[in-house]
C-alpha cells in the first residue's frame, strides 16, 4: 500500500472484506478531550479504536513508549486485524496521530499493508463521507506483532550520536518549545532540545485541509530546515507521537533510512544527566 491513501479511495474500498480501518486518535494531556468518547460518538464506517494513550510499556519510566510483542499482538488480534488485511489509519487530532498508529503497524509488521488516511477524519466529514457511532465487537484477528530491528533509536543511541554524528536529527515540536522559550507542558521537564537537532515543527507538513504535502513543496521544508537527505535520519518531538509525521514525511519522498527516538524530550528532558541545548538549531 502507498502511505497515503485519499479519502476518495477508502470511501469506494468501505466493506472490503481484507480492508481494516483503525482509528488512532491522540489528544495530549490537558486539552479536554477524550478521544474514546469522540470514536464512540462518531467514526468512520467499520473502524476500530486503536486507544494508543495505554498502548505503551507499562514497565518503562518514560511516557508512550512501543509495548513489548505479546501487548502489541493481544491488542490487535482484539481488534481483529489478520496478517492478511489492508490497513488504514486515521485520527481527528491537532497532533495528527494517525502517523504514530502507521508507525507502530509497521514496526511490528502487522498486516499485509498499512497506510495513513490523507487527511483524516476533518477532511472525510468536510467531503460529506459517512459516519457511524457505537462501540465495535470485532472477530478476534491472527496478526502476530514482532518488533522489526533498526527502526527505533534508544536514550543510549542517541548520547553515542552526539559523538558520532552518524545520524541526523530532527525534532518536531513547535519552534518555542524547540528554543526553551516555552515551557514544557509535564511539569519537572526542562526546555530546550537535543545538542545539534534540527527544527521543523510538525504542522508545517500539512496544508489547510489536513492533507500532507508532497513533492518539493515537502522536500523544501526539510532542506530549508537544514537536513540533508542523502544522510540517515533520526526524528524525536516530545513523546514521539508528532516525530511519526516527520519519519511518514520522508518516507514519502523516498527516504528509507529513517528512524524515531521512542522516548523524545519526555525521556531526554526528564533526565537530569543528558545534556540540553536551547535557541535556535
Not at 486503536?50 to 512501543?66: E, N, Q, R, S
Not at 492533507?211 to 542523502?230: C, P, Q, W
Amino acid at each position: 500500500m502507498d502511505i497515503l491513501v485519499s479519502t476518495d479511495w477508502l470511501g469506494g474500498e468501505l466493506g472490503a472484506p481484507d480492508l481494516r480501518i483503525v482509528d488512532a486518535t491522540f489528544f495530549l494531556p490537558g486539552t479536554g478531550r477524550d478521544a474514546r468518547a469522540e470514536f464512540e460518538a462518531a467514526h468512520i464506517p467499520g473502524a476500530v479504536f486503536m486507544d494508543i494513550d495505554t498502548l505503551a510499556d507499562p514497565d518503562h519510566p518514560a511516557p508512550g513508549m512501543v509495548p513489548p510483542d505479546a501487548m502489541m499482538t493481544q491488542r490487535m488480534q482484539a481488534l481483529g486485524l489478520d496478517a492478511g488485511s489492508r490497513i488504514v489509519v486515521y485520527d481527528n487530532s491537532p497532533v495528527r496521530s494517525a502517523a504514530r498508529g502507521w508507525w507502530m503497524l509497521r514496526l511490528f509488521g502487522v498486516g499485509a499493508g498499512v497506510a495513513i488516511l490523507d487527511g483524516g477524519l476533518p477532511k472525510w466529514l468536510a467531503e460529506g463521507h459517512p459516519t457511524q457511532a457505537g462501540w465495535p465487537t470485532p472477530r478476534p484477528g491472527n496478526a502476530l506483532a514482532r518488533q522489526q530491528p533498526g527502526a527505533v533509536r534508544s536514550k543510549a543511541d542517541i548520547l553515542a550520536n552526539l559523538d558520532s554524528g552518524a545520524e541526523q536529527l530532527i525534532d518536531a515540536r513547535g519552534k518555542g518549545r524547540f528554543t526553551g522559550e516555552e515551557k514544557e507542558p509535564r511539569p519537572g521537564m526542562a526546555s530546550g532540545h537535543i545538542p545539534g537537532s534540527l527544527n521543523l515543527p510538525y504542522s508545517a507538513l500539512f496544508n489547510p485541509d489536513n492533507s500532507m504535502k508532497s513533492g518539493e513543496e515537502l522536500r523544501r521544508l526539510f532542506t530549508d530546515a537544514g537536513l540533508d537527505l542523502d544522510r540517515p535520519v533520526v526524528t524525536t518531538c516530545g513523546s514521539g507521537v508528532t516525530a511519526a509525521i516527520l519519519l511518514a514525511g520522508l518516507e514519502t519522498l523516498g527516504k528509507t533510512d529513517v528512524a524515531l527516538y521512542d522516548g523524545s524530550w519526555s525521556e531526554w528532558g526528564f533526565d537530569p544527566a543528558t545534556p540540553k541545548a536551547t535557541g535556535a538549531a
